[in-house]
Nanobody, 116 residues
Framework: QVQLVESGGGLVQPGGSLRLSCAVS????????MAWYRQAPGKQRELVAG???????NYADSVKGRFTISRDKANNAVWLQMTTLKPEDTAVYYC??????????WGQGTQVTVSS
């Protein structure tokens, strides 16, 4: 089992920045990838950014060039740096860990609201 706790969400004005953090604990050794997902009201949950143990990243087209995913080498923490935020980035953001059996573990989510 892997436990994930997100933090860092909040209210920010358009054009602003936020850094989300995810504390990872439990069976860290078996993690093969980390990711951030988000879900806006009335919309399906979507992948925002992913990072595998080889350092390969992938991003949703809507956030490329604005968001950056990173982690520490021990997989104890994952971050999502978000810049030039837009109202359409408003959502609950979830930290996800994927283990070698391709099981996904989810955090409880953190709310990000972009509004003036």
């Amino acid at each position: 089992q892997v436990q994930l706790v997100e933090s860092g969400g909040g209210l920010v004005q358009p054009g602003g920045s936020l850094r989300l953090s995810c504390a990872v604990s439990g069976s860290i050794f078996g993690i093969r990838a980390m990711a951030w997902y988000r879900q806006a009201p009335g919309k399906q949950r979507e992948l925002v950014a992913g990072l595998d143990t080889g350092g390969v990243t992938n991003y949703a087209d809507s956030v490329k060039g604005r968001f950056t995913i990173s982690r520490d080498k021990a997989n104890n923490a994952v971050w999502l740096q978000m810049t030039t935020l837009k109202p359409e980035d408003t959502a609950v953001y979830y930290c996800v860990a994927v283990n070698s059996s391709l099981t996904r573990f989810w955090g409880q989510g953190t709310q990000v609201t972009v509004s003036s």
